[in-house]
């Protein structure tokens, strides 16, 4: 076993169950606020759910921070993106770039400032060189991944280099404070390979996961399908090795994200989910190891198809519905004011017996 592959499984290892007696005291208290019980609905049971992983029942999740993971893919030189693999690099720079209004002229920054979200950019394979700044994370590993449809998108060592670097950026932002993070993505093509991920672990047909991404017309899309089917047929990967599939099938930021997910499920820090890019890196997350599901939170449920498989199989509900189809962590980052008012409400309501409402 290789030393990334030992650190690895010691990760894995290392991320325990959320707490449920915080979960049950945080239960019992939404019982007793002033209202109906359960009429703050979806509400209570994301509070209930922060309790048990922050370990209180006045669980207080403020500060958020988006993890921008970049990379580019192979596969779009089968054309399966609407846009040039160029723009990768393009909306990086945009990420980084000084606006009149602050730090970033893409959706992901100017959304993370209308809610006060820290947004960090972690280069694991863009395949150009960046400009420098601040903040930027580089630790690129290489310069896009291969063809997914003709060999393995990454060697085993590559994905677990990006892997662990999603890891050290997700520690960075725990350390400069955040409670919420947004694993969040930038790579022309990668629609492709999330949905050849997740058609794999879920065993359904690619044409059932697979959607327009960018917006892809019709003849792209059955295009796209058959990419991901030739994929598929390669069979260089077994659905039983969730890492196999992501080294064969996925893609540098895809593994990124997973680093972040299972960093911050080990630091017991919420880890919110934007789009489908996103929930097939979820997937292999909660295959890998079943006790991060319950630091995952999804946002809302975005236009991609499959996203709704994804949130399926996690057992989530979605928290909106905004037909959302970016990506970049847009949805994640939204999602954010809903996870404060939930934990707002169990720390700062009172009881129907603190407020005197109770006849004796
Ligand atoms: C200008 C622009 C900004 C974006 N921001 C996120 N994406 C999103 O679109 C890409 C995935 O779609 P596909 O698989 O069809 O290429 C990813 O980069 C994703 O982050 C963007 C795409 C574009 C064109
Ligand atoms: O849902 C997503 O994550 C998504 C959709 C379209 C393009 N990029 C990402």
Not at 28 to 41: E, F, N, S, V, Y
């Amino acid at each position: 076993m290789s030393d990334l592959e030992a650190r690895f499984h010691d990760l894995l290892s290392q991320i325990v169950p959320v707490d449920s007696a915080a979960a049950e005291r945080a239960r019992a208290r939404q019982d007793q606020l002033t209202k109906p019980p359960g009429a703050l609905g979806a509400l209570e049971d994301l509070s209930v759910r922060l309790a048990a992983v922050f370990g209180s029942e006045r669980p207080t999740p403020e500060r958020a921070a988006v993890i921008v993971c970049a990379g580019d893919h192979g596969v779009t030189d089968e054309g399966v993106s609407a846009f040039p693999a160029s723009v990768t690099p393009a909306m990086v720079a945009n990420f980084l770039m000084d606006t009149p209004s602050g730090p970033g002229g893409a959706a992901v920054n100017a959304l993370s400032r209308s809610i006060g979200a820290r947004v960090y950019v972690l280069d694991v394979g863009v395949n150009a060189a960046l400009p420098e700044s601040p903040r930027l994370i580089a630790a690129k590993v290489r310069s896009g991944t291969r063809n997914l449809r003709r060999e393995a998108a990454m060697t085993r060592e590559e994905t677990l280099q990006a892997v662990f670097a999603g890891v050290r950026a997700a520690e960075q932002a725990i350390a400069d404070g955040a409670d919420l993070l947004v694993a969040g993505e930038m790579g022309i093509g990668n629609t492709t390979p999330a949905a050849a991920v997740t058609a794999r672990l879920l065993a359904l047909d690619p044409a059932d996961v697979t959607g327009r991404g960018t917006g892809v017309d019709n003849a792209q899309l059955d295009h796209k399908i058959t990419v991901i089917r030739d994929a598929l047929a390669r069979q260089a990967s077994a659905p039983t090795d969730p890492l196999g599939v992501l080294a064969d099938l996925g893609g540098l930021e895809l593994a990124a994200m997973l680093g972040v997910m299972l960093a911050g499920a080990r630091a017991r820090r919420a880890v919110i989910l934007d789009g489908f890019v996103e929930g097939a890196a979820a997937l292999i997350a909660v295959q890998l190891q079943a006790r991060v599901r319950d630091y995952l939170f999804p946002a809302g449920l975005c236009a991609e198809r499959g996203h709704g498989a994804q949130l399926a199989y996690l057992g989530f509900s979605p928290l909106f519905d905004l037909s959302l189809r970016l990506g970049e962590g847009t949805g994640g980052v939204l999602a954010v004011p809903l996870f404060r008012a939930a934990a707002a409400s169990l720390r700062e309501m009172l009881t129907f017996q603190e407020a005197g409402l109770l006849g004796d």
